[in-house]
């Protein structure tokens, strides 16, 4: 298998209504484990068109290239109450990313 499975999370704001079905924001991404490249993602957003936005928002991104790009993306085209959730839950995922290529390097050597 050439991909990994990471998840980040954040809590939700108060008013929403994912916030009735979950207490926190998951967002889930299978990478390309050579260069890091989101094959698909998910979120815990309620509706099926929020959790497919995101997806169109993050597939295709190398988390090798930092999480500034889709953070931006995120800011400038998610205008739903989630929009620092997601962020929050972005930098999380890409923590488990970062710690997954340090332990990565670390056996290659």
Do not use: W
Request: with cysteine; charged share 20%.
């Amino acid at each position: 298998m050439n991909t990994i499975f990471i998840a980040g999370h954040a809590r939700l704001p108060s008013g929403m209504a994912a916030k009735n079905l979950y207490e926190t924001l998951t967002i889930t991404a299978e990478l390309d484990k050579k260069y890091g490249v989101i094959v698909t993602a998910s979120c815990t957003l309620a509706t099926q068109h929020g959790q497919e936005f995101v997806q169109l928002l993050l597939r295709g991104h190398s988390l090798q290239d930092g999480i500034e790009k889709p953070i931006k993306d995120i800011e400038n085209h998610y205008l739903g109450k989630a929009g620092n959730a997601l962020i929050s839950a972005l930098k999380d995922l890409y923590k488990q990313y970062q710690s997954y290529s340090t332990s990565k390097e670390k056996f290659s050597k």
